[in-house]
């Protein structure tokens, strides 16, 4: 499992320092801590990387606690947050609670309290992400996206393909990964792609495509929706490779057009296969698998599959001609 990391803004240094080295150390939970005094300087860490923890002054000059707050669930959603304030009030507990703040610690508090604090957080947040659905892939939808992204891969001629979820699950991937913290990624990826998800449904287009790009001194990579739980990203190699981001759009687009096509026939045949067995629970002798003749009888069936249908299921052999 990879450490947990925690990020802190706290414009007095002795105090910020303070934070660090308490929830750093072995006895504090041993995280990966990094320290900003302010606000403005977090928030652009947190546009950089991900972080499983924010915690933050409410008082700082610039942009205050709550303001960063409010920011955080924009770019990171699945971010926890902890406020510290010396000014407590009911004011200030009911703009917490607005900005969904895990946990509110008035000073002055002791680090024992702080570190079971963070610890508390950290694990009610694991248990809520753990908790959402992820999408599922059947071995078959998986055999035939493996391949798609296998084909991406090399027309576009990019180190890595990856799909994965809104909660930063890999589902599959082509390629080898670079030597990164690849959890922190995905996660960070995941909630960039949430923001393009929000725009989707207030222009009510659930069918666009995206593109995100990141060029830096060794990656580029390319990120896309393919579907509102499902997300791709291209990652490159930018030594001796000369693709330009127009050629690499192309491939993206196509292959997110046949990966949607491969997640909707695979939604589709779960559908046909869980009416197909619910009618064999109800009355085994109704169910015909063979295509039926066009005539007023089959109204009396409860399942219907034609030939195309059950050799998708897979309740004919493989191996048998296409019928017409």
């Not at 949430?194 to 830096?216: M, P």
């Not at 219907?304 to 309740?315: D, E, I, P, S």
């Amino acid at each position: 499992m990879s450490q947990e990391r925690i990020l802190i803004a706290e414009d007095e240094s002795r105090v910020a320092q303070a934070l660090s080295r308490a929830l750093s150390l072995p006895e504090g939970g041993g995280y990966a801590v990094e320290a900003y005094e302010s606000g403005e300087e977090a928030l652009a860490r947190l546009n950089e990387t991900h972080f499983d923890l924010l915690i933050t002054d409410l008082r700082m000059p610039g942009m205050n606690g709550l303001e960063l707050l409010d920011k955080c669930h924009e770019v990171s959603p699945n971010t926890g947050s902890i406020l510290i304030t010396a000014f407590g009030s009911p004011q200030i507990e009911e703009n917490a609670a607005r900005l969904a703040v895990d946990a509110y610690l008035t000073k002055p508090f002791s680090m024992r309290t702080l570190v079971q604090t963070v610890e508390k957080t950290l694990q009610a947040r694991s248990q809520k992400l753990n908790r959402q659905p992820r999408v599922t892939l059947s071995d078959a939808t998986l055999h035939g996206v493996q391949k798609r992204m296998e084909t991406l891969r090399q027309d576009a001629g990019v180190h890595s393909v990856l799909l994965f979820d809104e909660t930063g699950h890999l589902l599959a991937e082509s390629g080898k990964r670079g030597d990164f913290d690849a959890a922190a990624f995905l996660a960070s990826l995941g909630n960039a792609m949430a923001a393009t998800n929000a725009v989707s449904e207030v222009l009510g287009d659930q069918e666009a495509f995206d593109l995100h790009f990141y060029e830096g001194k060794q990656y580029e990579i390319y990120s896309a929706r393919v579907t509102p739980q499902v997300f791709l990203s291209l990652l490159m190699d930018k030594q001796g490779n000369n693709s330009r981001i127009g050629m690499v759009w192309l491939y993206l687009r196509r292959a997110i057009t046949d990966l949607r096509n491969l997640i909707a026939s695979a939604t589709s045949d779960e559908k046909i296969r869980k009416e197909w067995e619910e009618a064999l629970r109800k009355d085994y002798s109704s169910v015909e698998v063979d295509e039926p003749a066009a005539s007023p009888s089959t109204k009396d069936h409860k399942a219907v599959l034609n030939y195309a249908q059950a050799k998708r299921l897979g309740l004919l052999d493989q191996d048998l001609p296409e019928r017409n």
